[in-house]
């Protein structure tokens, strides 16, 4: 075992020295901890700067005179006060940069969209912004401390009178810490602060310069153990395109671009090829391989690539020496109380050199106007000068704010004669009515100090805040299932008699295609069921009856069934689906007894009811041997259930005789305007009950319409404005704004090709072209609000739609609606009396909640069910 001392020579007395270096290793790990932690890594809680950014605008502010500064000067002359070399200098500025609030920059610096770095340093140039003029610097509020070096002064903090720290948000890792604090946007910031001046609650969240989408549900105000799942922006360009115009914070083009080809190549995703046109806006085009929906697609990426990316905060700062833990609206509500006792101060010193300046204003007034300069040409001493001016000055004192000191009467003999022979008492006396004047408003703003700081804020705002509108959509992310939308690139297969399934067995029965993140379900002839992971070659047991890819939830697809109990028991027949499972266990679908097996299965993926002849085996006591059974006069049930006895004689055979579609088959749609998706569990809008070629219609506010499928994965545009069951029937009107001939249209017409998928445009094509108004309802009655008219008003005109025009085709332009202008348009209520032709019957709510008890846990129903008469 290694010796953990080390010995040293001995001294003058003989006696050996030992030095123990665990001591020694742990106080100077502790000190090098600390140093790094409040020198390095995490930033100042009040001025939301690191030690390098904070040198570096020290650095800019001594350099400032109006112009540009090359990067380089910047850099060397950084050096003074950071003893850490110039490369952390220069990335470091080159941060600051990026963040475009504190530095006014020339030349390449960089692309945060695709990761290229800035150009040399020397290539490079930069001044303060104005922002950082006005917020970050006073050196009358700021205090200073020597250099590493002891050469020159460097301020300890910045008197920053923003939230800085969470505009530009900070990452840094130190030695046993690590802060992350993500930027916010800047708009918002000073909206919070001036509700924390107000007395009220803020709540912030984050907001990225990348632009994308953002669920801050577990934010947590930033906090350890708090979650943010961004996304990218991803639109469907065409059935074979998506387009890609906003990235994830924390990502690049090149880093999306190689995670999408990563997931291309483990076969997640299919695409043919990726374009990536990124400059100054991002647009990478994702070109599909033929057949590939574009909306799984979406979904497959949010799942398997940097498309969304979860963000874990942890906001650390210093406080007073101190690593502290703060939420962001904390940090707030300390920035916002500092901004105020900052301006406060600045206000004081600014009064405090108000008053200096009218006491002396006054005193050389006086020294002047009373001819006192002129008892001092008798004085032979400079003390006599003195008290001679204090002398002359004493009927006066009462009149002055403070004392008059030897130091002011000694400026008062600095005058020159030249400034004495021009005095103007009258400019004297308006400057110090000036002066007093200040004072006051001064003092005004100190004694309303809130009210002073929140115009500062709204200043700020007004100032700076042109082009700093929010970047990060907030949204409520649902929850993608990867099952769902990984592309099935492998083949099922099945060799009954050995009873394998899996990817391998290409010589023998194909069953479907698949994923490798899959599950197949598979049935066996003794009446048991199992769910099992897919792999190359997987043993499940000889008399395999059904096999299928698994989906997990599926209400959708219906298993009818007939077996018998032992091999003497009586025959059961029964309706289920299979919900939910553990994967690798046996399920008995029948009653459990030994022997027992299926005598007729039929998987229905739309839920069909079938009509099975039952033929019984001839027996002396049967005298009817055939007879029907329906199975839509049972109710789907769960996988446990006995079912209903069919028979207690034995069974020859079983013959389909009809198959019907069920009711079943149609699904219940619902739209969540959170989320932005279709679902099943009643969240949102009601749509209709869908099955077949049903589709949904969207209208956008561009004046495009668009035909989806009711697939759960389906994505919408986010500039929608209307979301129906499509009912070909139903007349669309709409009043549009025609950009080209700047005035407003009317258009009723019908939609004439339900199996065109892309997006249609039915309004004329200027830019400026956009819906005011659209619906499907049968009567449309508007009231139309006029604007004045060179002081003329004219009254509101109700109008029906269907008597302005007649329904057209959906390629016309439509009909001018009136030659007046417009002010606004109102869509009145539709008559209570009005009979909305051909559409369909709506659900009712017994049969909603028929629907919702099927969604019963399957092992809740295992029960006897009442015998078929």
């Not at 080390?6 to 901890?33: R, S």
């Not at 610097?137 to 700021?142: D, G, I, L, R």
């Not at 209709?688 to 506010?701: E, P, Q, R, S």
């Not at 994505?715 to 404005?721: K, L, N, Q, R």
């Amino acid at each position: 075992m290694q010796d953990n001392t080390t010995q040293e020579p001995t001294n003058n007395n003989g006696v050996t020295k030992v030095i123990h270096i665990d001591g020694m290793y742990q106080n100077w790990f502790l000190d090098y901890a600390s140093y790094v932690i409040l020198e390095r890594a995490v930033p100042a809680l009040y001025d939301g700067l690191k030690p390098v950014q904070r040198r570096i605008m020290h650095s800019f502010k001594e350099l400032e005179d109006g112009r540009y500064n090359k990067v380089a000067n910047v850099i060397g002359h950084c050096m003074k006060y950071h003893p850490h070399g110039d490369a952390s200098i220069g990335d470091a500025i080159t941060a600051i940069g990026q963040k475009d609030l504190l530095l006014d920059m020339q030349g390449n610096w960089g692309n945060i969209y695709t990761g290229d770095r800035a150009a040399a340093a020397r290539y490079i140039e930069a001044r303060l912004s104005k922002f950082a003029l006005e917020v970050v610097f006073n050196p009358k509020t700021t205090k200073w401390q020597s250099s590493y070096d002891g050469r020159n002064k460097e301020p300890i903090n910045l008197p920053v009178k923003f939230p800085l720290l969470l505009a530009q948000g900070v990452e840094g890792i130190a030695v046993g810490l690590a802060c992350k604090i993500l930027p916010h946007n800047f708009i918002e910031l000073i909206d919070a602060s001036i509700e924390v001046l107000r007395g009220r609650k803020p709540n912030l969240f984050p907001d990225f310069v990348t632009g994308g989408q953002a669920d801050f549900s577990l934010y947590n105000e930033g906090l350890r153990g708090g979650k943010v799942k961004v996304r990218a922006k991803i639109a469907i360009d065409n059935s074979k395109t998506l387009k890609i115009t906003e990235i994830p914070f924390g990502t690049t083009t090149t880093s999306l671009i190689d995670s999408i080809l990563a997931a291309n190549d483990k076969d997640k995703i299919k695409i043919r090829k990726i374009e990536d046109n990124t400059a100054e806006h991002v647009e990478i085009l994702i070109h599909l391989t033929p057949g590939i929906s574009p909306d799984k697609t979406i979904d497959a990426l949010y799942a398997f690539t940097d498309c969304e990316i979860s963000i874990s905060p942890n906001s650390g700062v210093i406080e007073n020496n101190t690593p502290k833990f703060l939420g962001v609206n904390e940090m707030l509500k300390i920035s916002t109380n500092q901004t105020l006792e900052l301006l406060k101060l600045e206000l004081n010193i600014k009064k405090g050199e108000l008053e200096e300046n009218w006491h002396y204003s006054s005193l050389e007034k006086i020294f002047i106007e009373k001819r006192i300069y002129r008892n001092i040409e008798e004085a032979e001493t400079w003390e006599a000068v003195i008290s001679t001016i204090d002398e002359g000055l004493a009927p006066y004192k009462k009149l002055f704010k403070r004392s008059i000191t030897e130091k002011d009467i000694v400026a008062l003999t600095e005058i020159k004669i030249k400034r004495i022979s021009k005095f103007d008492a009258k400019k004297a006396d308006e400057h110090i009515l000036a002066t007093e004047a200040a004072i006051t408003a001064v003092q005004v703003h100190l004694d309303n100090i809130v009210a002073y700081t929140v115009d500062y804020f709204k200043e700020l705002k007004r100032k700076y805040g042109k082009g700093r509108e929010r970047k990060t959509e907030m949204k409520i992310f649902g929850a993608i299932n990867t099952q769902s939308v990984v592309i099935a690139s492998e083949k099922l297969y099945v060799n009954r008699t050995e009873g394998f399934v899996g990817f391998a067995l290409k010589k023998d029965e194909y069953i479907a295609d698949c994923s490798t993140l899959d599950d197949a379900i598979v049935f066996m002839a003794d009446g048991t069921m199992k769910v099992i992971r897919i792999t190359d070659k997987v043993f499940v047991g000889k008399d395999i009856i059904h096999v299928a890819v698994f989906k997990k939830g599926d209400e959708h697809t219906v298993y009818n069934l007939i077996y018998q109990d032992g091999p003497k028991g009586a025959s059961y027949f029964k309706r289920f689906n299979v919900t939910g499972v553990t994967r690798d266990k046996a399920y008995d679908l029948s009653k459990g007894t030994k022997d027992s097996k299926i005598l007729y299965f039929t998987a229905n993926e739309n839920g069909e009811t079938e009509i099975v002849n039952v033929q019984l085996k001839p027996h002396p006591s049967v005298r009817k041997v055939e007879f029907d059974i329906d199975f839509a006069q049972i109710d789907i049930k769960g996988r446990g259930v006995l079912g209903n006895v069919v028979t207690k004689m034995p069974i020859k055979k079983i013959v389909l005789k009809s198959k019907t579609v069920s009711k079943t088959s149609q699904r219940m749609i619902w739209f969540d305007d959170t989320t932005q998706r279709l679902n099943i569990d009643g969240y949102g809008t009601y749509l209709g009950a869908f099955g077949g070629d049903d589709k949904i219609l969207t209208i956008n506010t561009t004046g495009h319409y668009t035909l989806k499928s009711f697939d759960l994965s389906t994505h919408f545009d986010e500039e929608m404005v209307l979301i129906e069951r499509l009912d070909v029937l139903k007349t669309i009107s709409t009043i549009y704004y025609d950009g080209d001939k700047k005035e407003y249209i009317v258009k009723r017409f019908k939609i004439d090709n339900v199996n065109n998928l892309n997006k249609t445009l039915f309004i004329t094509e200027h830019a400026d072209s956009c819906i005011e108004l659209v619906t499907t309802q049968h009567t449309v009655v508007v009231d139309i609000a006029y604007a004045k008219v060179k002081g003329v008003e004219t009254p509101n005109e109700t109008l029906d739609l269907a008597q302005v025009m007649d329904v057209i085709g959906q390629r016309a332009k439509g009909k001018r609606l009136t030659v007046n202008k417009i002010k606004e348009i109102t869509l009145l209520p539709a008559p209570v009396q009005e009979i909305i032709v051909n559409e369909p019957t709506p659900t009712t709510p017994e049969d909603q909640e028929v629907d919702r008890q099927r969604k019963i846990d399957d092992d809740d129903l295992n029960q006897t069910e009442i015998k078929f008469e």
